[in-house]
């Protein structure tokens, strides 16, 4: 998966300057702080497919799946740079440099509070085959999606800052970018949060990191691509696309990232056959433009959320 080469090539560069920059540091703390600090630098490489390179995510995207769309447009007719596409594009690099900073440091607090609950339970973990600890970190944070997805679907103030990732009226695979920083920003703890607290290997979270951007553009691309039986076990465009469906037929349903079981496990599941959805988005008006989304959510009264698709 070409995220997942990204992740590797990221990964290392970051590993190394932030060994580097720990070494460089002075501590008046214990040994045990000095070496969780490096454990941090190195997990951190699982940060790097998220902001050290999106520019570079962003142009292999654009090779696979404007392609990919001519090929296999589920809407032939819509056109390859849609209304809003520079806006979405400029939300995902920014999203990259506001989370940073933030996001490490919520990180470095879960690693620490991980090591001090349950030390035997890191350790045991930590030394799981490869396969298994990927396996593990893919089913363990798509099961944190999960559940926070249904949240930001029924809490009103979160909700306010998920509408704009529902805002989009057409589906491709830039909508993998439109989401609100603060929104954004609990995916990555209710995600990786998990798997910090574990302490899982900085490969195994890549595995995730990179299997998790992969599927973020898979499943908003405007593609037809049947799984087949595999629909039932794991999230496709199809799925995905009813999750985005402005019919009412689809409120609450579909709130898996990439094992559909979830919802199926869960009775959230809407994948009828041989259909499509006719319309996406929601009726709440957004702002277009970048600023006005990041202030939107923060200047709405704290009602109950329109009816989320």
Not at 46 to 75: D, N, Q, S
Not at 139 to 157: C, E, I, K, M, N
Request: overall charge positive; charged content about 15%; proline content about 6%.
């Amino acid at each position: 998966m070409f995220r997942a080469a990204l992740f590797v090539d990221s990964m290392t560069d970051l590993s190394r300057h932030g060994v580097q920059a720990a070494a460089g540091c002075r501590y008046t703390a214990s040994d045990e702080a000095t070496a969780r600090w490096r454990r941090l630098c190195s997990r951190s490489g699982m940060l790097a497919a998220l902001f050290v390179g999106p520019v570079k995510a962003l142009l292999v995207a654009a090779a696979v799946f404007i392609p990919f769309e001519r090929l296999a447009g589920l809407h032939p007719t819509q056109p390859t740079f849609r209304r809003g596409w520079a806006t979405d594009v400029l939300t995902g690099l920014m999203n990259g440099l506001l989370l940073f900073a933030v996001l490490l440091g919520v990180l470095a607090g879960i690693d620490a509070a991980g090591a001090a609950c349950a030390p035997r339970l890191r350790n045991w973990v930590e030394t799981r085959p490869l396969w298994a600890q990927g396996l593990f970190a893919i089913t363990l944070a798509d099961l944190g999606l999960y559940g926070l997805h249904r949240l930001q679907h029924s809490v009103p103030w979160l909700w306010r800052f998920h509408a704009v990732h529902h805002s989009a009226e057409e589906m491709d695979w830039l909508v993998g970018f439109r989401f609100h920083p603060v929104d954004l920003l609990l995916l990555r703890i209710a995600t990786l949060g998990p798997l910090m607290a574990l302490h899982m290997t900085p490969a195994a979270i890549g595995i995730y990191v990179g299997v998790a951007g992969w599927q973020s553009y898979l499943v908003h691309a405007n593609v037809r691509l049947p799984y087949g039986p595999l629909r039932w076990l794991l999230v496709s465009p199809e799925f995905h696309h009813w999750h985005h469906s402005a019919g009412r037929e689809a409120y609450d349903r579909n709130y898996a990232g990439i094992i559909a079981s979830w919802d199926v496990l869960f009775g959230t599941l809407h994948l009828p056959r041989e259909r499509q959805p006719l319309r996406y988005g929601i009726d709440e008006r957004v702002p277009a433009g970048w600023a006005e989304r990041f202030f939107h959510p923060f200047r709405r009264s704290a009602g109950a959320p329109a009816e989320p698709t």
